[in-house]
């Protein structure tokens, strides 16, 4: 069987690296009592460079196309400008900061979560957004 072009390319093992991510959280589980069906999926929104894909998801042919996260960094936007503790600030400059980063990575995170529970398959599931990782021109 020949293998199959990535179309939304962030790097070259990001379908083994979202097949290892699957077993582990899956064994994670069963370690804990817990027999479930995880699925893991990889969200890259571009940070850097150009190209033909500003959002890519792995697996691209599975049920969460990246069309679904089309505006999810607007709303991200949106609500980090709307929390409540926006006018806040801390005297020491690097945990201020530290902090702003971190709302901004909480509404980004639940943004994409939300996004991907309003979708035909995300009935009835729980998504959890892990902590960003920047992989070449993209933040996954």
């Not at 960094?73 to 900061?97: G, K, Q, V, Y």
Request: some cysteine; charged content about 30%; glycine content about 6%.
């Amino acid at each position: 069987m020949a293998p199959q072009e990535i179309q939304e390319f962030m790097w070259g093992f990001q379908p083994h690296f979202r097949i290892e991510a699957r077993h582990f959280v899956n064994d994670a589980l069963l370690r804990i009592g817990l027999p479930a069906a995880p699925e893991v999926i990889l969200v890259g929104f571009r940070e850097s460079g150009q190209g033909p894909n500003p959002i890519c998801v792995e697996p691209e042919r599975g049920n969460y196309p990246s069309k679904l996260l089309v505006g999810a960094m607007d709303a991200a936007d949106e609500a980090f400008e709307e929390r409540p503790d926006r006018n806040m600030i801390t005297s020491d400059a690097r945990l201020h900061e530290r902090r702003t980063r971190a709302s901004l990575e909480n509404a980004r995170r639940r943004a994409i979560e939300s996004a991907l529970e309003r979708s035909p398959h995300g009935r009835d599931r729980y998504f959890f957004a892990g902590r960003p990782a920047r992989v070449a021109e993209y933040r996954v």
